[in-house]
């Protein structure tokens, strides 16, 4: 039952930034409403049964990593069922038999690579120091709140000045490299470095995932760097990892943790308009007409639906309007869920290992592999030879299929970003066709040991799980879109022209897969001006009193 004088926050949206946001909002006294549209919390990290009761499928979202331990230990997860099992490292079987593997062992990952190239094993040590450095730098800065670049404002200009210290240490060598990074392709990187089509192939993957952009696009150098920021609290950064329970169980985790700590979460329950009086919020309005009151409303929904559907235009700065009908989220994302009855057994790696089928098993053996498969998309054609991002959780999961069958998790790309207009099935399971395919062709025996099959195109992931245009980040990661243009600008503090209105998506900084900051950084923004509101009026009455 909502309180005689509603809440204090509304938060739009159940996926993990919501419950984040609720949950620390929660443990510091303020009641707390979470309205989620589906019928169970997730959004895209949610874990689901295609295939019938005894197979857990992690149907979008299939790895943790950025999701902060500072997160992690403040609403205590571990109690809540929170547990991670660490990914094994990348192994890249191939056609014509051979394999690649990078083993996290310095010594047995250059015997690898050397199988390929001696040049590249060698220059591969280099390569995780450049990153690793780079990494340093700018990846605390994922976690900071941007500030207003450009601002003249005298809190605005001290923001700007905190941000510079982050880069104190950034010598003239950094700043280019830093500088290159950010309007690179991951191809140009590569191939300065690199020979051997197997780990230039290997290695682009990384650059590519989820993004509208192929391996030779300006700009994915960058979100290869933002797969080597994370940490999954072993200090060891770079780490992914499955959650027990799929990602379902991270977002269960996070609702449990929530409530446990005093928030309300409600499933079904789909907001139709956040209500807007005078330039503040007032609260939501849900599609069953019940209207909620609240002086704080959090968004954590794509920011097209956040602003474009669920405010009237009206109560926006035109040019904010502007700015959010430009963001570009577009995405030629496939996601194949498929159980299986047995364990793949790998031409060149036969022998069952879990390093090897519990890593990240990459369908993908050169730069020109990936480009042609985004080209093919561009041009408005599914690709014909997809390639994958490959896991299978239940290797270390026992609880997400029966004894001896799996669950097999393929993140694929590209089909033309247009398909989130219309369903295109039938295209959709060609393409998987092709996808069973190419896993058979280096595992004989993949197709025929299928018992079930789940392919989810861009007008799914757009239509059921509200990722518009299919795009899994919200919005795409270019230089365009990052940092201080995350996703307005002047709004990438989390705050909006809206007073009392907050966004905490995956569109803001610090979004870009399940980190969770985004909901932490929002629960900072709105403590902060709880308090200098609280001080304003203290300070009125103080004046009204002279």
């Given at each position: 039952?909502?309180?005689?004088?509603?809440?204090?926050?509304?938060?739009?949206?159940?996926?993990?930034?919501?419950?984040?946001?609720?949950?620390?909002?929660?443990?510091?006294?303020?009641?707390?409403?979470?309205?989620?549209?589906?019928?169970?919390?997730?959004?895209?990290?949610?874990?689901?049964?295609?295939?019938?009761?005894?197979?857990?499928?992690?149907?979008?979202?299939?790895?943790?990593?950025?999701?902060?331990?500072?997160?992690?230990?403040?609403?205590?997860?571990?109690?809540?069922?929170?547990?991670?099992?660490?990914?094994?490292?990348?192994?890249?079987?191939?056609?014509?038999?051979?394999?690649?593997?990078?083993?996290?062992?310095?010594?047995?990952?250059?015997?690898?690579?050397?199988?390929?190239?001696?040049?590249?094993?060698?220059?591969?040590?280099?390569?995780?120091?450049?990153?690793?450095?780079?990494?340093?730098?700018?990846?605390?800065?994922?976690?900071?709140?941007?500030?207003?670049?450009?601002?003249?404002?005298?809190?605005?200009?001290?923001?700007?000045?905190?941000?510079?210290?982050?880069?104190?240490?950034?010598?003239?060598?950094?700043?280019?490299?830093?500088?290159?990074?950010?309007?690179?392709?991951?191809?140009?990187?590569?191939?300065?470095?690199?020979?051997?089509?197997?780990?230039?192939?290997?290695?682009?993957?990384?650059?590519c995932i989820g993004s509208w952009a192929g391996p030779r696009s300006a700009g994915t150098a960058y979100v290869t760097l933002h797969h080597h920021v994370g940490d999954l609290g072993d200090g060891q950064t770079g780490a992914w990892g499955f959650p027990r329970g799929g990602m379902g169980g991270v977002t269960r985790a996070l609702a449990a943790a929530a409530r446990a700590l005093g928030a309300t979460v409600r499933t079904s329950?789909?907001?139709?308009?956040?209500?807007?009086?005078?330039?503040?919020?007032?609260?939501?309005?849900?599609?069953?007409?019940?209207?909620?009151?609240?002086?704080?409303?959090?968004?954590?929904?794509?920011?097209?639906?956040?602003?474009?559907?669920?405010?009237?235009?009206?109560?926006?700065?035109?040019?904010?309007?502007?700015?959010?009908?430009?963001?570009?989220?577009?995405?030629?994302?496939?996601?194949?869920?498929?159980?299986?009855?047995?364990?793949?057994?790998?031409?060149?790696?036969?022998?069952?290992?879990?390093?090897?089928?519990?890593?990240?098993?990459?369908?993908?053996?050169?730069?020109?592999?990936?480009?042609?498969?985004?080209?093919?998309?561009?041009?408005?054609?599914?690709?014909?030879?997809?390639?994958?991002?490959?896991?299978?959780?239940?290797?270390?999961?026992?609880?997400?299929?029966?004894?001896?069958?799996?669950?097999?998790?393929?993140?694929?790309?590209?089909?033309?970003?247009?398909?989130?207009?219309?369903?295109?099935?039938?295209?959709?399971?060609?393409?998987?066709?092709?996808?069973?395919?190419?896993?058979?062709?280096?595992?004989?025996?993949?197709?025929?040991?299928?018992?079930?099959?789940?392919?989810?195109?861009?007008?799914?992931?757009?239509?059921?799980?509200?990722?518009?245009?299919?795009?899994?980040?919200?919005?795409?990661?270019?230089?365009?879109?990052?940092?201080?243009?995350?996703?307005?600008?002047?709004?990438?503090?989390?705050?909006?022209?809206?007073?009392?209105?907050?966004?905490?998506?995956?569109?803001?900084?610090?979004?870009?897969?399940?980190?969770?900051?985004?909901?932490?950084?929002?629960?900072?923004?709105?403590?902060?001006?709880?308090?200098?509101?609280?001080?304003?009026?203290?300070?009125?009455?103080?004046?009204?009193?002279?």
């Open positions: 039952m909502e309180p005689r004088d509603g809440y204090d926050v509304v938060i739009v949206g159940a996926g993990h930034n919501g419950l984040v946001a609720a949950g620390l909002l929660a443990r510091e006294g303020l009641s707390v409403l979470v309205c989620e549209a589906r019928e169970v919390v997730g959004g895209a990290a949610v874990s689901e049964h295609p295939f019938g009761p005894d197979y857990t499928v992690t149907s979008l979202s299939y790895v943790v990593s950025l999701l902060p331990p500072s997160i992690v230990k403040a609403l205590d997860l571990a109690a809540h069922g929170y547990h991670v099992y660490p990914q094994g490292p990348y192994f890249a079987p191939r056609r014509d038999g051979t394999h690649l593997r990078l083993p996290d062992d310095p010594r047995a990952r250059h015997a690898e690579i050397s199988k390929f190239s001696s040049k590249d094993a060698d220059a591969y040590e280099a390569w995780e120091e450049e990153m690793g450095r780079l990494g340093k730098i700018l990846g605390p800065m994922l976690a900071d709140i941007p500030p207003a670049l450009g601002s003249r404002r005298p809190a605005d200009l001290a923001r700007q000045a905190l941000m510079l210290r982050r880069l104190k240490d950034v010598d003239t060598r950094g700043a280019v490299d830093i500088a290159r990074l950010f309007s690179a392709s991951v191809a140009d990187l590569l191939e300065d470095r690199f020979t051997s089509d197997a780990l230039k192939g290997v290695l682009s993957v990384s650059g329950a789909p907001v139709a308009r956040i209500d807007v009086r005078d330039g503040r919020t007032t609260g939501v309005t849900l599609e069953d007409g019940t209207t909620v009151r609240a002086g704080t409303v959090i968004t954590t929904a794509h920011p097209q639906i956040s602003f474009l559907r669920l405010l009237d235009r009206r109560d926006l700065p035109a040019d904010f309007v502007t700015d959010i009908e430009r963001w570009k989220t577009r995405s030629g994302t496939v996601k194949v869920n498929v159980a299986v009855d047995r364990l793949p057994t790998f031409t060149s790696h036969p022998e069952y290992d879990p390093q090897v089928h519990g890593g990240t098993i990459v369908l993908a053996e050169s730069v020109d592999d990936l480009e042609n498969a985004y080209q093919e998309a561009v041009a408005g054609r599914p690709s014909t030879l997809p390639f994958a991002d490959v896991c299978i959780p239940s290797v270390f999961d026992d609880s997400l299929a029966p004894p001896g069958h799996h669950v097999v998790s393929m993140f694929t790309q590209w089909v033309p970003h247009t398909w989130n207009t219309e369903p295109h099935q039938d295209e959709l399971e060609s393409y998987a066709d092709r996808l069973v395919a190419r896993m058979d062709a280096v595992a004989p025996g993949f197709a025929g040991s299928v018992v079930g099959r789940q392919v989810i195109g861009p007008h799914e992931m757009e239509t059921k799980y509200h990722l518009v245009g299919g795009n899994i980040f919200h919005g795409e990661l270019t230089l365009g879109q990052m940092f201080h243009a995350r996703p307005a600008a002047g709004f990438a503090d989390l705050r909006t022209p809206v007073a009392g209105l907050y966004q905490a998506g995956s569109a803001t900084h610090g979004g870009g897969g399940v980190t969770g900051i985004p909901g932490r950084n929002v629960v900072r923004q709105v403590l902060a001006d709880r308090r200098s509101e609280r001080l304003r009026s203290r300070v009125r009455r103080l004046a009204g009193r002279a």
